[in-house]
């Protein structure tokens, strides 16, 4: 594991994008989303995942140069066409819309065909906060969870995050799979060998397993609760939502039909729409009663359930953000951890594209 | 257990309201949504709490001639004061407001203040279907869950519904408490004596138990995921979503101040708005692309999902809605389950308001 600034990784990753024929502008964004991850601590979704982006371009799957339109629109409603480009940019720009709307009309919605991979659903559901407006942003992902009951993978993680400001406290950001646990987190434990706790993956039979490598074999990621006895039909109705607000309302792919994000695995046969799809969400906070009112019981709700108390052996109740803003402040001061090899990866990105800059 | 034909129970339950005072209309509303959970076959949502409503209004904390009124809004928005009322009339107004805003701009989102439990979720949420929307319903409800890694009881079951309309398919409908069960299945235990599940509830040191009566001396309800490492902390964080939806935008009160459904329960102490909170949205399906093209998409995901291979020993994959509309269409058909004691509650009802009405 290596230490780099966050210039460092941010000059490296725009000259990645511009050597890919990104405009100065989106070379800039879809660096600026990309490393929001690194920041976080959500190093799965970060530079890590620079080189995939580069092979998506080269497949072809990827539209270096997009003309983001819009399809069709309400007051408080639109519908986009991401035109193949980076999700690292598409989303930011659609979630704009959202927040342009929701300055006009109290609110604004947003849903995303023809698009690709976005990074973390935080970015985009953060760029409310400072309109003193709520963010909501998901996506769909390509298939790797199965419904309960099933053995067949039809959902991706589909994340949900929603952003909320408050006063004096920093603000709620509640980003989550709509899984146990994220695919990240068994990329982890794959690579240490470890084993998974029950609850997290099921066997191409649909039982029960704890190896982080089912996945290569038939397996499949379980919804959020792991069984039907733990609420995992839960789970699966809140994946199912994310696929149909991001999909089905947008005319991307859905379910099974999602592409994937590794370029080597092939596309799906019979796909229904266009792309990824994802949805945005933005509600003006005094479109409801004052900002000043509504924050001041942010803070004292945030503050009740920091200082609730907490059971033997645990330190503090966590507020949803806590740890990306506690890992962004910490990795701004020295450095992020970048693993051997990303570190190798991004070398022979640099190679490739005959760039000066060193890693 | 007696069974009851609907319109029995709904004669009987009619003429409780109006014996409380509530307006032939109000009444009407009232029992419609009150028994659309027994037909559904969400129990302990139904008659079986009528006695608790008259015992709320008894206690003065129910007001059955409320004057529901906008506090605020903007073209896609409104907050709502309940003025005490009934959730079961207040909820399914506000929802109403919400369809009528996403008839004028595309979407419609009202928090609503002042207001009491409001039955079923899914009631409301599907009151967006028949005018080709998609409704979605949260509410917060009394402090009966313990967020990740605490051992206090700060948020409540705070159920989120989604209501999607298809074509030919029946439509989508996810209506779910964010905790791994929900109250209703741990008082199904407590009635049998019965042990729970490891994940849904912690005793008052917050050690995981299987005493379904660990409520009564100090436990919590688990939020979905049941512990950290399998996910509790996005059950927590999507019920203080909801909380913040239902409460924070609108003026009710919040997490831990959340007033009880039982009336003889006191108030909490300092509380920080008015009564209980909902947030209720309606998106027009053709404010994102044709209504027509959307539900044939619906029909093709819901009949990819419903005929994905099984798991042995599954029968099939459900999709969200199944067991509630099949629960319906035999209960309008055979009746209504009553246990005995709700029978023998319903019996001195009909008694304290001298009422015909045989039950």
Redesign the interface.
């Known amino acids: 594991m290596r230490f780099y600034s966050y210039d460092q990784l941010f000059n490296f990753s725009k000259s990645v994008f511009l050597s890919i024929g990104c405009s100065e502008e989106d070379a800039t964004l879809a660096t600026t989303v990309l490393l929001s991850a690194d920041l976080r601590g959500v190093d799965s979704h970060g530079i890590a995942r620079l080189s995939g982006y580069v092979r998506l371009w080269e497949a072809k799957r990827v539209n270096a140069t997009p003309e983001i339109k819009i ?2 629109e ?4 639109a ?1 986009v066409d991401g035109d193949s480009g980076l999700g690292l940019v598409v989303a930011p720009k659609a979630m704009q819309i959202a927040i342009d709307k929701a300055k ?4 604004g ?1 947003v ?1 995303v065909q023809n698009s690709n991979h976005f990074g973390i659903a935080g970015y985009h559901a953060m760029m409310a906060l400072k309109e003193d407006m ?1 963010g909501i942003c998901m996506t769909n992902a390509s298939p790797l969870v199965a ?6 993978r ?1 959902l991706g993680t589909n994340p949900i995050c ?1 952003a ?1 400001p408050a006063g004096q406290q920093p603000a ?1 950001v ?1 980003d ?6 994220a695919n990240g987190k068994l990329e982890i434990l794959q690579r240490k060998s470890e084993e998974a ?1 029950i ?2 993956i ?1 066997n191409k ?3 029960s397993s704890t190896d982080p490598h089912e996945l290569k074999s038939g397996g499949a990621l379980l919804p ?3 069984d039907r ?3 995992s ?6 994946g ?2 994310v ?3 991001s999909a ?4 991307a792919n ?3 039909w999602v592409p994937p994000f590794p370029a080597y695995v092939p596309m799906p046969t019979n796909m ?2 266009k792309g990824i799809g994802h949805f945005f969400g933005a ?3 005094d ?3 004052p900002a000043e ?2 924050k001041r ?2 803070d ?2 945030i503050e ?2 920091r200082s ?5 052996g ?1 330190e ?3 507020i ?1 953000g806590d740890p990306e803003r506690e890992a962004e402040a910490e990795r701004r001061e020295k450095g992020i951890p970048v693993l051997e090899p990303v570190v190798a990866d991004l070398k022979s990105l640099a190679q490739k594209f005959n760039l000066s800059m060193t890693v």
Do not use: C
């Open positions: 399809l069709h309400t007051p408080s409603t519908t006009n009309v109290g609110t919605w849903s709520i419904p309960t009951f099933s053995i067949e039809l929603v909320i709620f509640a989550l799979a709509t899984t146990t646990a706790p609850g997290w099921q039979e649909g039982k959020l609760g792991g006895e733990h609420g039909h839960k789970g699966y109705a809140l199912a939502v696929d149909i607000f089905i309302l947008s005319g859905y379910g099974p229904p729409g509600m003006r906070i479109a409801f009663r009112e509504f019981h942010m004292n709700w009740r359930f609730a108390k907490t059971a033997e645990f503090r109740v966590i949803p």
